[in-house]
């Protein structure tokens, strides 16, 4: 059971736009720390996507963006594309734990 | 350009122990706080330690705490995590990850990752 919550899978056809939603509590994401979202692609070692809610590293298309409310968070990638097809995961911190926690992790099929 | 190199890797029994190592180049490794996160096979991912970019602070989750141990030689751009007490549910992919500053912070994120080494824990 992890403790950020995400959908276990999410589905679009090229050219669409979806949401991935992380869950948290007042102890990590209501509490105001940051999120981060993080992409893996089969096979691979996970590759930072987003930090700090929103903001995109070098080198991440902007169709890719996320956005932080209460105590949930939410990456949204629009035109799909084939090559989106991987794992996301979120992150952040929790005051309880006293460390980092990370999302169970949503598959994203492209149709 | 950021390389992480992960190794140590392989088959122990249970209550063995293993080091694993992770080579860093392409960065001023002694500027960072470093961490390992693992990723058991089909499952997410999980935090497992930090170190601040001199050594002088470490912090582990209850699931390693006691038993794992992180530690660095910025002489030689190397972290590593020693792991004692080895049990099944220990068994995953190892990552080493780079933090994005020199102390381990509520706003800590991964930016860099290396490509793992696989800890198999069985009879």
């Known amino acids: 059971q992890s403790v950020l919550t995400q959908p276990p899978s999410v589905s679009g056809a090229p050219g669409q736009r979806v949401t991935i939603s992380c869950t948290g509590s007042s102890s990590n994401i209501g509490a105001s720390y940051d999120v981060h979202w993080y992409q893996q692609l089969p096979g691979t070692a996970p590759k930072l996507l987003i930090y700090g809610n929103s903001n995109r590293p070098s080198g991440v298309p902007d169709r890719f963006s996320g956005s932080k409310s209460g105590t949930s968070a939410s990456l949204a990638i629009s035109g799909l594309q084939a090559e989106d097809e991987a794992d996301y995961y979120c992150q952040s911190y929790d005051s309880g734990l006293s460390g980092s926690v990370f999302g169970g992790g949503t598959k994203l099929t492209v149709l | 350009q950021v390389q992480l190199v992960e190794s140590g890797g392989g088959v122990v029994q249970p209550g063995r122990s293993l080091r694993l190592s992770c080579a860093a180049s392409?960065?001023?490794?002694?500027?960072?706080?470093m961490h390992w996160v693992r990723q058991a096979p089909g499952k997410g991912l999980e935090w497992v330690a930090v170190i601040s970019f001199d050594g002088s602070n470490k912090n582990y989750p209850d699931s390693a705490k006691g038993r794992f141990t992180i530690s660095r030689d910025n002489s030689k751009n190397t972290l590593y995590l020693q792991m004692n007490s080895l049990r099944a549910e220990d068994t995953a992919v190892y990552y080493c990850a780079r933090d994005r500053g020199g102390y381990y912070a509520s706003e800590s994120y991964f930016d860099y990752w290396g490509q793992g080494t696989l800890v198999s824990v069985s009879s």
């Open positions: 392409g960065f001023t490794f002694s500027g960072y706080a």
